[in-house]
């Protein structure tokens, strides 16, 4: 547990010290495909939760989302059609989705925890 914590002090240190600046052009290409990598995290802590956690599918998944939301908002551009808008609402959507389920979750292993037998 102490290792992916490890890992996201590091990076936040590092995108900290070593601040990448993104081309206006790349700038919704880039915002979709990190709400994809973040729905596909949030999708993997839900998975976790229910215990059908799979590490293939995770990365799969992960790769795949991010990838695929950046090419259709780059033929949306392509096209004239700002598909961005409706990314970041699909994205959007199944991440508060995800954290509900977490919270309830979180929420019900908390309640089993306290009640006294």
Do not use: W
């Not at 900290?16 to 990598?37: E, G, M």
């Not at 993997?44 to 799969?60: E, K, M, N, P, W």
């Amino acid at each position: 547990m102490i290792l992916p914590i490890l890992g996201l002090l590091a990076g936040l240190i590092l995108g900290y010290l070593c601040p990448v600046l993104i081309p206006f052009a790349y700038a919704k290409l880039f915002s979709v495909a990190l709400l994809a990598a973040l729905d596909a995290v949030f999708g993997g802590l839900r998975a976790v939760a229910a215990d059908t956690f799979d590490q293939a599918v995770f990365i799969s998944g992960f790769f795949t989302n991010a990838l695929m939301a950046a090419f259709l908002v780059y033929i949306g551009d392509r096209l004239g059609i700002d598909l961005y808008y409706v990314a970041l609402l699909a994205f959007g959507f199944r991440i508060f989705k995800n954290m509900a389920v977490l919270r309830r979750h979180i929420l019900k292993k908390k309640e089993k925890n306290s009640t006294p037998q």
